[in-house]
């Protein structure tokens, strides 16, 4: 199996047939050519490539060690992409740090969670189908990316606080062919209006603090649906973000507060019990989605995650 970038997955079949087909699917496929991923990532893919191939063949193959030899010898950038086919055929590629934690924060890079919510995205394209979506800490914007290739949304507001994290958002919207709409400070301006007859989305990048962002602001996106991924890590981000919550519940459209999800890791038990908690003294509402079938991307079988609908 390649995962592209850790991300877009193809398998090989018990490597019996040549090999050399299956070098050009993976670290000589074009969107790998144009959008490498890491050179620590290539350089083990690799060594496994040539570990199966010498298990099954008694002839070495010379593009397989000529690849090998291109990545050793390379150094490791502080950016690779990683790219994530789609079941539609099309794919998502994105830049990213090659550190979990760089320029102070962990937002440069995609976390499971992002991955378990854009698969459930994909299983319920109906939930986002030509509704106005406002993501909260989408990070490198891989959920939001899926989604707006997928599900038809009517408008996609990313949104994030750190600078790093909104330019290096702004340049993964731009590098999957979307333009970007000017940011949205009042009603009028909100992508919901006028919107031209395209499937196509209106996104935004949004800088959005929770804990400074105010209710008349938050209302000025109109979402219908909001979204968060992977973002419960400490008990003063939960607070943060139960806070904007209850500011978007008085976000009203048509008599009706946004629908929310909120994807995350169960890291610690402790955790997620505090941010259910802490709903509840909200008065918002919640229930756990059951776990979907469709695995589409590459995250570690053994992590439990889960998917909060809540009633706002």
Known sequence: MWVLGRGRTITLPGLSHPVPGHVHQTVKHPVCVKHPPSVKYARGFLSELIRKHEAVHTEPLDELYEALAEVLTAEEPTQCHRSYLLPSGDSVTLSESTAIVSHGTTGLVTWNAAL?????ALENPAAFTHRTILELGSGAGLTGLAICKTCRPRAYIFSDCHS?????????????GF???????????HPAFETPDTDSPRVTVARLDWDVVTAPQLAA???DIVIAADVLYCPETILSLVGVLQKLSACQKDQQAPDAYVAFTIRNPETCQLFTTELGRAGILWE???????????????LEMAILKLTL
């Open 116 to 120: 378990y919510l854009a698969e459930w």
């Open 164 to 176: 790093r994290v909104l330019e290096q958002l702004q340049g993964n919207v731009l590098l999957n």
């Open 288 to 302: 756990e989605l059951p776990r979907h079938d469709q695995k589409l991307f590459p995250y570690e079988e053994h």
């Open 221 to 223: 996106f109109w979402p």
């Open 179 to 189: 333009s970007l709409e000017p940011n949205v400070t009042t009603p009028a301006q």
